[in-house]
């Protein structure tokens, strides 16, 4: 598999740090639900590792990539990371240290990273705000490899936590297709991926607007809003996986259900009538729940 070799005698912390850009690789092209158990699993070992990536930076932050990459990987999968380490990245003075401004790749790992924040973790708002504020005022203007630029430019918008799985998979493929040591079969795999799941999508989508057509919407409530692709665009963007399309299509259904009513609610009936609706609702509600 892509992701279980095992690390050569010696080189413990090259081999992890491989690991975790593989997994990352993996996860952002689209294709990480293939290797749900090897992720998990490879994600353990390097938990279980300790924190040898974070102990071993030196004062300028050699591997800050990796250090931040890792955190935010092990958070994201439900691994209890302290964030204490992050006060390293500081001076004397409680100010983030300079060198960070100088290491382009670590530093958009840490701003991926400082998304990862729990309530009460100022720390990690305060990189957030350094890391933003860097990338935008220092880091673009003074690239002059393009394809960096857009990625700084993406990421800005779009970071790795809050981005929809499917638009961060269709931008990646592009982004690491440019990338001169990208592993063809990998690359391979995630637009081949891509276009399966696209199609499935595809054929969900013509089913639910097959069903809400059926339903005479638009000739019995002339005032409901048409919001088929919308509210499949809300559940696909937390549920694309294939395994999931039952879900999917009853939540769609449900969600549908609910936008007529909620326009019925503001465009249609009287306020005698919206109290009849409210207290059928409420009936509903209570039996049901």
Not at 33 to 47: D, G, P, Q, R
Not at 93 to 103: Q, V
Not at 141 to 170: D, E, G, S
């Amino acid at each position: 598999m892509l992701i279980t070799y095992e690390p050569k005698s010696g080189d413990d912390e090259a081999a992890m740090a491989d690991k975790l850009q593989l997994i990352d690789t993996i996860q952002r092209l689209g294709v990480g639900y293939h290797f749900e158990t090897e992720i998990e699993e490879a994600l353990e070992k390097v938990y279980d590792k300790g924190d040898g990536l974070f102990n071993n930076m030196d004062d300028k932050g050699t591997d800050l990539y990796h250090a931040t990459l890792r955190f935010r990987l092990l958070r994201q999968h439900g691994f209890p990371v302290s964030h204490d380490w992050f006060t390293k990245l500081k001076d004397n003075e409680g100010r983030f240290n300079e060198w960070l401004s100088t290491n382009d790749q670590g530093l958009l790992s840490l701003y991926e990273a400082a998304h990862m924040a729990f309530n009460g973790e100022d720390i990690l708002d305060e990189a957030l705000s350094f890391a933003t504020k860097t990338l935008k005022c220092s880091i673009l203007p003074q690239t002059i490899n393009p394809r960096f630029q857009k990625h700084i430019n993406f990421a800005l918008r779009f970071p790795v936590w809050k981005c929809i799985p499917r638009l961060l998979a269709r931008y990646y493929i592009d982004f690491y297709s440019e990338d001169p040591s990208h592993n063809q079969k990998l690359l391979m795999l995630a637009k081949l991926d891509f276009n399966m799941v696209q199609n499935i999508h595809q054929q969900e989508l013509r089913e639910i607007s097959n069903w809400w057509q059926s339903l005479q919407v638009t000739t019995n409530f002339p005032y409901a809003r048409d919001r088929v692709v919308e509210c499949y665009f809300c559940i696909n963007a937390i549920y694309f996986e294939p395994k999931y399309r039952l879900a999917r299509t009853i939540l769609n259904k449900v969600f549908l259900t609910l936008s007529l009513v909620d326009d019925t609610f503001d465009n249609f009936a009287t306020y005698e009538e919206l109290q009849i609706l409210t207290e059928a609702i409420q009936r509903c509600s209570a039996y049901c729940f």
